[in-house]
Structure formats: structure tokens, C-alpha cells
């Protein structure tokens, strides 16, 4: 079964350009989740979703991060404008209800 | 306050010899879910075993056991019979049951040492 998948897997950018970095989650799973992993604040949940709905959005740092899931097969995460500081690991996870959370290999993410 | 505590940055094992990595939190909910997941250098997230708090027995998945003791709010990894192959950062992580609270919190990580 294909697990969670990520892209891209590395992204190196300039400051101030978009990014945009794409889940597709398990199949059947109706959790999804964006996480980013920094040595500074270790793992923290960014957004989560429920049947593509938002449900907690708390820990996205600011409006330059915007996620969507336009459907049960899809998330992104956009970032606008990028600042070196946004420089993580982004992992995607999925579950389904009650169930342990998959990850996906993340994205490695970096702001020159 | 820090919902999942690992107090070992890192620790250092023999190959074959058995591990325990600790893990306490900290949660007013009644139920809830206590995982760990491992890391290798690769940059991976594995999940390996859950527990939860409603569980009588302790959670077991091969190598992996859970040591789980609800007074103490605590659910320690334990690895038997260590491989070099376990070499990784382990991460404890728990899952609230409040609705809206679906996300899991991580513990700062233990990174391992398996040596020969």
C-alpha cells in the first residue's frame, strides 16, 4: 500500500519567493495533518484537517503560511512570501479515526 | 507547561542488550493516546506503538514494548534485544481526546546509540 507522499522532497529557494509543498495522503484516511520539525522548537503541529475541513489551525505562525484540501486526495501548503526563517522539515501525516498517524518522508525546506 | 517530557537527550546501548527510553506527560483528560515514533538519520517518521489510557495491558509490537503507568504519567520505551539498525532519534507523543485536539504533541526526542 503507498503510504503517505510528499513533494517535493528538498526545495531550495530565495527569500521572498512562493513556496508550495504538497500531501497526498493514505487513502481512507480522513486526518490529515501539516507538522514542522525545526532543532530550535523540535516537532509542532502547524493545521490539521477533518473530511478536508480545517479543524485547528492554531500553530500556522502567521498569514504568510495558508493551507488548503480542495479534496479527501490532496493537501498543500503554501508559503508567501518565504523567509529564511521558515527554513524546517515539513512533514504531512494522515490517519484514520482513532488510528495511529502515518507520515509521509517530509519536505526539506530551505530559505537562502 | 511541557506536555511530553523525555528527559534523556541521548543514550547509549550495547548491541543485544534491552533499553529503556522514558517518556512521563502531562494531560487533565480522562482518555488519550500515547505513541512513540522513530527517526532514523534519513529523516523518516516510523510509527512503532501506541497505548491507550484506557488499556489495561501494556502495549507490545515485536522488539517494542510500553511501560505504561497511568499514576505516574509515564510510558516508556522499551527495546529488547537492541540492533544497530535501532540507532535513530525516538520521539514519545500523545493524542488528546478533546475534540478539536486531534493533532499529536511531541516530546523533545531521545536520540539512541546502538554500539557493537
Known amino acids: 500500500d503507498a503510504g503517505v507522499i510528499q513533494s517535493p522532497r528538498h526545495e531550495v529557494t530565495e527569500m521572498g519567493q512562493e513556496v508550495t509543498l504538497r500531501c497526498k495522503p493514505i487513502?481512507?484516511?480522513?486526518?490529515l495533518f501539516w507538522y514542522r520539525q525545526t532543532m530550535m522548537r523540535g516537532l509542532e503541529l502547524l493545521i490539521y484537517f477533518n473530511n478536508n475541513v480545517p479543524i485547528d489551525d492554531s500553530g500556522m505562525p502567521e498569514d504568510r503560511f495558508s493551507a488548503k484540501m480542495p479534496n479527501a486526495s490532496f493537501s498543500t501548503l503554501k508559503i508567501q512570501p518565504s523567509e529564511p526563517r521558515d527554513s524546517a522539515v515539513y512533514f504531512c501525516?494522515?490517519?484514520?479515526?482513532?488510528?495511529?498517524?502515518?507520515f509521509g518522508d517530509g519536505t526539506r525546506l530551505s530559505i537562502l | 507547561a511541557q506536555k511530553i517530557t523525555q528527559t534523556q537527550p541521548g543514550m547509549f546501548v550495547q548491541e543485544k542488550e534491552a533499553v529503556t527510553l522514558d517518556c512521563t506527560y502531562d494531560?487533565?483528560?480522562?482518555?488519550?493516546?500515547l505513541f512513540w515514533y522513530k527517526q532514523p538519520s534519513s529523516g523518516e517518521m516510523i510509527f512503532l506503538i501506541y497505548q491507550g489510557s484506557y488499556d489495561e495491558q501494556n502495549a507490545t509490537e515485536g522488539r517494542y514494548s510500553l511501560n505504561f503507568q497511568k499514576a505516574r504519567k509515564s510510558a516508556n520505551l522499551v527495546i529488547s534485544a537492541s540492533q544497530l539498525g535501532d540507532s535513530a532519534m525516538y520521539f514519545c507523543a500523545m493524542r488528546e481526546a478533546t475534540p478539536g485536539r486531534r493533532a499529536l504533541t511531541f516530546g523533545s526526542g531521545t536520540r539512541l546509540q546502538v554500539q557493537p
Open positions: 487513502s481512507g484516511h480522513d486526518y
Open positions: 494531560t487533565s483528560d480522562q482518555s488519550y493516546g
Open positions: 501525516a494522515s490517519s484514520a479515526q482513532g488510528q495511529p498517524q502515518h
